[in-house]
């Protein structure tokens, strides 16, 4: 009764907990527009961005793994749930179209960037992480290269 009368409902509950978890705030900005990402993009060499987004997304993924879980095994019987899956999908390939546009826009990009969005999209969502890091028992560092040796094979040489 305590959490309801704090939330009023689940979905409520759980969008804190998103942003709480993700973004470590409340505030409505998404992480894309954040100072830390925005710092990641400034870096003109892709290979060094793509390292630096590859840890960023460890990390983040690290703070996430618990409440993706928690999402994923409500989502078969709370809409809220199947709702926030949908929009943090949503929100994944915004993520990825405008992060591969910046590679594009770098000039250093050899793949399409249509492809290269998609790789981004597949590898940031946390699957990859909770198989790699949490059942093959992978450091953050460690995925964090292959991560970013992954994005790095779309670059020029």
Do not use: C, H
Not at 65 to 92: F, I, K, N, Q, V
Request: aromatic letters at 10%; zero cysteines.
């Amino acid at each position: 009764e305590t959490i309801y009368a704090a939330f009023r409902n689940k979905a409520t509950l759980l969008r804190k907990a998103w942003y709480l978890a993700g973004r470590g705030d409340e505030q409505d900005v998404t992480l894309y527009s954040r100072p830390e990402m925005q710092d990641i993009l400034a870096e003109p060499d892709l290979r060094r961005r793509n390292e630096r987004y590859a840890a960023f997304v460890a990390a983040f993924n690290r703070r996430m793994a618990p409440l993706a879980e928690m999402l994923a095994g409500a989502a078969a019987s709370e809409r809220a749930a199947r709702d926030m899956l949908t929009e943090w999908g949503e929100r994944r390939l915004d993520v990825a179209t405008k992060y591969a546009a910046a590679a594009a826009a770098s000039g250093q990009l050899a793949a399409e960037e249509a492809e290269f969005r998609d790789t981004i999209f597949a590898t940031i969502e946390g699957a990859l992480w909770r198989q790699l890091v949490g059942e093959r028992s992978w450091s953050d560092e460690r995925y964090a290269n292959w991560l970013a040796s992954l994005w790095n094979a779309s670059i020029r040489d």
